[in-house]
């Protein structure tokens, strides 16, 4: 079944392609140092590592200690692991 985003649209098909292309870690580390902020990547990766603490089943307290994360955002991400388009969760899976 395919999924029907909410963002859809030609030049977002075109960004994403585009990242399919990376090769390897440090074509991702080139590619993103272009198109994001440092804080965004920051941000980003802050979620990510919030999502993998919330599947180990780690406390909204421990996560805060561990990646300086607020509440707002360990909020945030808990519930696109529950309610959201289940990227999360597709990446988790497939990184262990």
């Given at each position: 079944m395919a999924y029907d985003s909410k963002l859809k649209s030609s030049d977002m098909d075109e960004l994403f392609k585009a990242v399919l292309l990376l090769e390897s870690e440090?074509?991702?580390y080139r590619f993103f140092e272009d198109i994001c902020t440092i804080k965004?990547?920051?941000a980003i990766c802050?979620?990510?590592q919030v999502a993998?603490?919330?599947a180990e089943k780690k406390t909204y307290n421990e996560?805060?200690?561990t990646t300086g994360a607020s509440t707002a955002t360990i909020s945030r991400v808990n519930r696109c692991l529950t309610y959201g388009a289940d990227?999360?969760?597709?990446?988790?899976?497939?990184?262990?």
């Open positions: 440090e074509d991702c965004e990547l920051q802050q979620r990510f993998k603490l919330l996560i805060e200690e990227g999360y969760n597709l990446i988790l899976n497939k990184w262990k």
